[in-house]
């Protein structure tokens, strides 16, 4: 039994397909680099749009002074948003995100987590969460905040990681809402210029 699958083995691998030369991967590779490099080309080219698209705004500045947050993560914002002239208040920024906070019951139980309501549109509410994310990194406000919400006593329901970065995104809704309505820049707390 074990000769014939040998013999079987052998004859398969010498009777189907054709072997790839030397020549040819290494054409295959050429193109692949030569693809690659397109592509990073295109990204700069959208970079350098976007870049251009963000500076031509009048909220964009506004948003740019708020530290973490770098042009890529603004555009993305004011693509989702529009302007913030035609906005109220930022509760409708927040629900247009689907990001506000709602109750999970099932036959009369509460979950123990308070999920997102994902009601509103998904790329506002990825741009904002892939916002959020460098800022909790790099922004020792919005840091110093986390780690409050997530320290806080039993009591007052403590935060675990994904709804503190949840609860971040729904501030940094209402701080961007509010710098561009005030049209004033982004000014660190005092606690936090201390921490940094």
Not at 36 to 46: D, E, G, S, V
Not at 54 to 59: F, G, L, R, W, Y
Not at 105 to 127: F, I
Not at 174 to 184: E, T
Request: proline share 4%; with cysteine; hydrophobic share 40%.
């Amino acid at each position: 039994m074990r000769k014939k699958l040998l013999v079987l083995h052998h004859i398969a691998r010498t009777s189907i397909g054709i072997e790839a030369s030397a020549r040819s991967v290494s054409m295959e590779i050429s193109f692949l680099v030569e693809k690659f490099n397109l592509i990073k080309q295109h990204i700069r080219t959208i970079e350098g749009t976007m870049v251009r698209f963000v500076d031509e705004t009048e909220e964009g500045k506004y948003l740019l002074s708020i530290r973490g947050l770098n042009y890529i993560a603004v555009a993305g914002l004011l693509a989702e948003i529009g302007s913030f002239k035609q906005y109220r208040n930022a509760k409708q920024l927040i629900k247009m995100a689907g990001s506000n906070p709602t109750e999970s019951e099932s036959a009369g139980k509460r979950g123990t987590h308070t999920p997102m309501s994902k009601h509103g549109r998904p790329v506002l509410r990825y741009c904002a969460w892939t916002s959020v994310i460098p800022m909790l990194r790099f922004n020792s406000d919005f840091r110093a905040w986390a780690k409050k919400m997530r320290e806080r006593p039993v009591h007052a329901n403590p935060l675990n990681g994904r709804e503190v970065v949840g609860a971040c995104l729904n501030r940094l809704l209402r701080l961007s809402f509010a710098l561009a309505k005030k049209q004033s820049y982004y000014q660190m707390p005092e606690l936090a210029r201390i921490a940094v």
